[in-house]
């Protein structure tokens, strides 16, 4: 398996998905959450009855347009993997996504991710084209992942998503007998690049271009 440059959130926009596509990442990740109906694309969350939405430093008025999942995948035109982050614990998240997958990009291969696993695998389950990767952000998660990966009588997901603080070359090597990717976040700067390389990462989860520019430019045969 090559390295692989994911970027970060870039699917929450289509000039993020522009400029990913234009800087040849392997996957664009993108924040799916279900909302009265609808599969919206964004990271700002809602705020209950309040009319904004809301992430640190960060407040949009609530009636402001919202990306759709199905106006970002019938926006690609360059056939871009996306890494679908599904937000909240609810099966109906699956259950809605797997059924636009199925309806608008049958076959294009997909990665759901997310720390709800169930979710995840509700999907992956149901689309044979669908690769699920299973995130870990606390030491709980991650010890419940290590339990997962390694039981034998389950399928092993696609891949892993751990945050770069949980990182041991240990942890790293285990996760490698059972996964084929093992992604980390964030990566931001060259100096946290080089030490998850290091540790033996193999998925490489960045806001910044230049990141995914140097990952781009470490593939073989990269000029």
Known sequence: MSLLAIAHRAGNSLTGLHAANQLGV???ECDVHAFRGRLEVRHLKTAGPLPFLWDTWTLAPAWAPRLGLDELLEADRRGAVFMLDLKGRRESTGRAVARLLHERAPGHRVLVCGRHWPVVEHVADRLTYVDPVLSARTRGELS???SRVADARRTA???VSVHCSLLDPALVELLRRHVEVVMTWPV???DRLETVLDL???GIISDEPAILREVVGRR???V
């Open 220 to 222: 073989p045969g990269a």
């Open 200 to 202: 033996g990462a193999n």
């Open 157 to 159: 997901p696609y891949g």
């Open 26 to 28: 392997d996957v664009v």
């Open 144 to 146: 419940a992942l290590v």
């Open 188 to 190: 931001n700067d060259l």
